[in-house]
């Protein structure tokens, strides 16, 4: 088991056609993922890396049954291509790409709770989601990933890779790797991934990588006392930042009290997570910390 | 990007929204005289055009009562430096100072338009304690905040608006006059894109509501439609910023003295991290993009070596889709280019990483090379120090 994806899940991309898309797309067919075709307005009827290419999203889940869609559409248009999946009945959405302004995601959020209750969306700005072995949607290089029984869940993009490499050298594999993003206004937050985690059985283990800003790990903290068991790991970037400027990501800013390294890690410690302070000690600390069952 | 409070004064002038009679912004004390002729009847208050809050407590806003006293207000504070709560221990040069006729003020309000990140959407936040910091009244009289969440398509419905003046205790007589300027204010933040709008005070004067004071922050995400927005200088960010902005290098300028060159923003904070784990103290936060190539690389270098602090640079990419191989060769290409003054310690890790650091190794450049994040940091550290 995993979260998210599988084997079985069949994948459209949006924005198939261009250089991102493309590129991206062609790694995730060659990792073995099942990308059964794709979206650009204009080219359908095509064929793209030996894939139907479709006009529309809602043409092509009825043509590819797809259920998966995958978002490298430029920023301007990247939210309206995520209330057509979800109109389309596309139940993940996977938006990589990154400067949507806030807006946009407020009202594709919004459109999506009232005309599409189904779809989940992760991201944008995020790397995407991988279940080694078996599926990848996403940009990550997939070769560092290694099927086992870490449920890895962070709003960074080569922080995670980081992780991910050093729990794989360590010879601890990943259940599923979740990248949220790094935006304001997240499809799916922390909270909603690691209650994934929580009920999947192949996931013994939990590794959350947060940043500085608002409050998603705070919130994470009070969902991980109330209600989970598994062990977490949390590692928080931004200790050294300073307060009231942006690090690169748009929800990357410590805005008065809120959102501070020191509060993140004050609220996930209380509520029982290992606090990893070292980011290079990530893997080593899993490993000293965790045993699993099945190996 | 944050807006001068002038610049958003204009903005909510041309909607329309009352605000004390406007005398102009100035940029030297003798420009005053021709203010005070203009705008006959005091008071006037003058204030500073720095893009901080706490101006009033660190003396950037001032009410003067004669015309002596205007002119002398002008000409203490214009290049006045500045410290408020908000500049963390920097200060800021006050080169603009905007002159306003005083108004009556019978009551101040407090009123916002912001995103909150928890429920997905904007929210007005409001209260009958205006005046005050709105963390200070978080703090200390939480009850008296409203907030009140937004549809991010209809913004502010009127209905909604005249609820929210009965919450706030608007007199009777001055229920439409709050409720044109908060549903003009909310529509202004939806269709202009912003991440930040608050009005501190909205006062209630005899003639209804006025707004005293406006800050606007911009969403930059959305600067490619409104290029009102999109062609105004950042004066915030430093020139080094400005440039790294260009060519699509996220740059942060900080105290320290070890350069940072980063793929990815969440590692370059973690490598920041690293550094200052270890001993050390960063110069700056930069993310060369997941699109990093020779060129990239060559841009970044040239702008953390603008900063004069810097003692050592340290090089930490995680090959992902970018190839470690490109990288050194990017990094061997501009070292052939310019003259490096100060020692570089490079960890490649991912994709192509050992045909990286080969190509590194057998050049026979001078390098530090490194295998892990820990080690490389160890090694800046000691670098700076002069220890290797």
């Known amino acids: 088991m995993s979260i998210l994806l599988n084997k079985d899940s069949r994948i459209i991309v949006q924005g198939f056609t261009g250089s991102a898309g493309s590129f991206h797309a062609g790694k995730c067919i060659e990792y073995g993922s099942q990308i059964v075709g794709g979206v650009t307005p204009g080219r359908g009827g095509t064929t793209h890396l030996d894939r139907p290419v479709f006009n529309t999203v809602e043409e092509a889940v009825k043509k590819t049954a797809a259920n998966v869609s995958l978002i490298f559409v430029p920023a301007p248009a990247a939210a309206d291509s995520v209330m057509e999946a979800g109109k389309a009945g596309i139940s993940l959405i996977i938006c990589i790409t990154e400067g949507i302004p806030v807006l946009d995601m407020a009202k594709a959020k919004q459109f999506l709770k009232t005309h599409a209750p189904q779809a989940r969306l992760i991201g944008p700005n995020c790397p995407g989601v991988i279940t080694p072995d078996e599926c990848k949607a996403g940009i990550m290089p997939g070769y560092i990933h290694k099927k086992g029984p870490i449920g890895l869940v962070s709003r960074s993009g080569t922080l995670t890779y980081e992780a991910v490499h050093q729990l794989s050298q360590k010879g601890l594999g990943q259940s599923t790797v979740v990248g949220i993003g790094g935006d304001p206004i997240p499809g799916s937050s922390f909270v909603d991934i690691l209650d994934l985690f929580e009920r999947d059985p192949q996931t013994e283990a939990i590794v959350m990588i947060g940043e500085i800003g608002g409050s998603a790990e705070e919130d994470a903290a009070a969902f991980y006392k109330a209600r989970m068991k598994k062990p977490l790991f949390i590692f928080i970037a931004g200790k050294s930042a300073p307060p009231g400027r942006r690090m690169g990501h748009a929800g990357a800013i410590v805005e008065g009290s809120a959102g501070t390294h020191a509060s993140k890690i004050e609220a996930l410690k209380s509520a029982g997570a290992t606090v990893i302070e070292n980011l290079s000690e990530i893997g080593s600390t899993v490993a000293r910390n965790f045993k699993p069952v099945v190996a | ?388």
């Open chain 2, 1 to 388: 990007m944050k807006l001068l409070e002038y610049e958003g004064k204009e903005i909510f002038r041309s909607l329309k929204v009352p605000l004390p009679e406007f005398g102009g912004v100035i940029d030297k004390p003798a420009q005053i005289n021709s203010i005070l002729k203009r705008l006959k009847k005091g008071p006037w208050v003058l204030k500073a055009q720095v893009l901080a809050g706490g101006r009033g407590k660190a003396g950037g806003v001032k009410l003067a009562k004669t015309p002596a006293e205007a002119r002398a207000f002008a000409k203490a504070m214009i290049g006045m430096k500045m410290a408020t709560h908000q500049t963390h221990g920097q200060t800021l040069k006050v080169e603009q100072v905007l002159v306003e006729q005083g108004v009556k003020i019978e009551k101040e309000f407090y009123f916002s338009v912001a995103i909150d990140r928890k429920i997905g959407s904007p929210v007005v936040i409001a209260s009958s304690q205006g005046g005050v910091e709105i963390e200070t009244l978080a703090a200390e009289h939480p009850e008296q905040i409203i907030k009140k969440p937004l549809d991010p398509v209809f913004g502010l419905l009127p209905f909604a608006a005249r609820a929210l003046a009965f919450e706030l205790g608007v007199p009777a007589g001055h229920i439409a006059s709050f409720s044109q300027v908060a549903t003009t204010l909310v529509k202004l933040f939806i269709d202009k894109d912003m991440s930040l709008l608050e009005v501190n005070p909205l006062v209630l004067t005899p003639k209804g509501f006025v707004a005293l004071d406006a800050k606007i922050v911009t969403d930059d995400n959305a600067l490619f439609r409104h290029t009102d927005f999109s062609k105004r200088v950042d004066i915030e960010a430093s020139p080094a910023e400005r440039e790294a902005k260009k060519h699509d290098i996220s740059y942060v300028g900080l105290d320290g003295n070890i350069g940072c060159m980063v793929n990815g923003a969440g590692l370059a904070m973690g490598t920041m991290d690293t550094i200052a784990l270890a001993g050390g103290s960063p110069a700056n936060f930069l993310d060369v993009g997941g699109a990093a190539n020779q060129e990239r690389v060559e841009r970044a270098f040239k702008i953390i070596l603008k900063d004069p602090k810097v003692k050592t640079i340290l090089v930490n990419i995680f090959g992902g889709i970018v190839r470690c191989d490109m990288i050194a060769e990017g990094i061997l290409a501009v070292l052939k280019k310019m003259k490096l003054q100060v020692p570089l310690v490079v960890r490649l890790e991912g994709t192509n990483s050992e045909k990286g650091r080969e190509i590194l190794d057998r050049s026979g450049t001078r390098l530090i090379t490194a295998s892990s994040l820990w080690e490389a940091a160890q090694k800046s550290v000691a670098a700076t120090g002069g220890k290797i």
